[in-house]
């Protein structure tokens, strides 16, 4: 059986949807054997301005091979995407060309990458098993300016429903994306094989086993550390500023990633002269584990939009495996999961100063075995169940 993935970001990219794939990878080979072969196509790593890794050359044989696409350099701007993207979909269109698949497997965050899919789709005449990880129409809606927003919207939306028409089915990474597919496509099949945590996460596989169970006070120089994008949806600039200056010298912020917002942030944090603040590039998961296990809580925030309200960040799975506080900025669904599911968390409304400061002050400082949260939540077990699916609903064995 051959599948065609295709995913904008690919490892070594710092991304939720090049660690994603590169587990589903994983785990149908593992699972199938010589039985499958794998056909990706991605793009060369660019998920950050000014961060690269070199790629080297991918493992590729009989049963993987890896169609990497150069990229014009990008600040993550809307437009920039949509030059990017266009690049990637020519680029896609011309591989595929000669070749021939069982099935094709698309991760979207941002809609286009799962109607491409649909077109070769359609081309190929297979089957074709989308893995939704946003909502863009809704995303959108709150991002853009209204203006934008009015004219774009009813194009994404057309676009969007003669994507998930063309699906055979729809895994949706978010359950809190359930309400809004489920009212407008429901007619379809609807899967809920969420994000995980990797093996390097897990405390057996690192030092971070060497878990300190003793009950710890509030104390000056706290670290609360965040790692990963810096952008709208993150609204990292609309809370960061006022929530350091408040606690003072009692913390200190080191924020690793970037981002469009990372400018804004700069810019915020020198007018209001906040020196307790550490603000660090991308880097590699190897070394990002090192900074996780110096922190003494870790800090997430979403900005204040309605859509956020639907979805789960695949962060949450990451920070919560390493047994840290969790300082977290959330409504709705992440709220909701962080509230049932993660031990010692402590949940603030998004862009409130003052509520951020009231749970940070709740928060316990203390590391916390999340060994059940661990073996339910384990990348490599949800990623076989995806593959069994996957080569279940393509119909062949």
């Not at 109607?115 to 946003?134: C, E, F, H, Q, T």
């Not at 977290?328 to 409130?352: H, K, M, R, W």
Request: glycine share 6%; net charge positive.
């Amino acid at each position: 059986m051959k599948i065609l993935i295709l995913s904008f970001y690919y490892p070594p990219d710092l991304s939720a949807g090049s660690f994603r794939v590169m587990g589903l990878i994983n785990a149908l080979m593992d699972k199938f054997g010589r039985d499958i072969q794998i056909e990706v196509i991605t793009t060369q790593p660019n998920r950050y301005q000014g961060f690269g890794m070199a790629v080297g050359i991918d493992k590729n044989d009989y049963r993987l091979k890896v169609h990497r696409i150069k990229i014009m350099d990008h600040n993550s701007g809307m437009l920039d995407q949509a030059k990017s993207f266009i690049v990637y979909a020519y680029e896609a269109q011309k591989i595929i060309k000669n070749h021939e698949y069982d099935c094709v497997f698309s991760t979207s965050s941002r809609l286009m990458t799962a109607a491409l899919g649909a077109m070769i789709s359609k081309w190929k005449n297979v089957p074709l098993y989308l893995d939704i990880r946003d909502i863009f129409v809704d995303t959108i809606q709150d991002v853009l300016p209204k203006k934008a927003a009015y004219f774009l919207v009813p194009i994404f939306s057309f676009i969007e429903r003669l994507t998930i028409e063309r699906a055979n089915h729809i895994n949706l990474v978010s359950p809190g994306f359930e309400s809004y597919f489920k009212r407008r496509y429901p007619k379809k099949s609807f899967s809920y094989y969420m994000n995980g945590i990797d093996e390097e996460f897990m405390p057996s596989n690192s030092s971070l086993e060497k878990i300190n169970f003793k009950k710890e006070t509030l104390k000056p120089s706290i670290c609360i550390l965040y790692a990963g994008n810096i952008g709208e949806g993150q609204g990292l600039h609309k809370i960061i500023p006022m929530f350091a200056k408040k606690l003072g010298d009692r913390v200190t912020l080191r924020l690793i990633g970037g981002g469009g917002r990372l400018k804004e942030l700069q810019d915020a944090l020198k007018l209001m002269d906040v020196g307790n603040v550490e603000l660090v590039p991308p880097m590699a998961r190897e070394d990002l584990i090192q900074e996780y296990e110096a922190a003494e809580v870790l800090f997430l925030h979403l900005n204040n939009y309605e859509a956020f309200k639907k979805v789960l960040p695949s962060k949450l799975f990451e920070y919560a495996a390493l047994g840290k506080p969790i300082l977290a900025g959330v409504s709705g669904y992440a709220a909701q999961f962080l509230s049932q599911e993660v031990l010692n968390s402590s949940i603030f409304t998004p862009c409130d100063v003052d509520s951020a400061i009231i749970a940070f002050e709740s928060l316990l400082v203390q590391d916390i075995n999340r060994e059940k949260f661990i073996e339910k939540y384990s990348r490599k077990k949800i990623m076989k169940n995806l593959s069994e699916d996957i080569v279940s609903r393509c119909g062949k064995k």
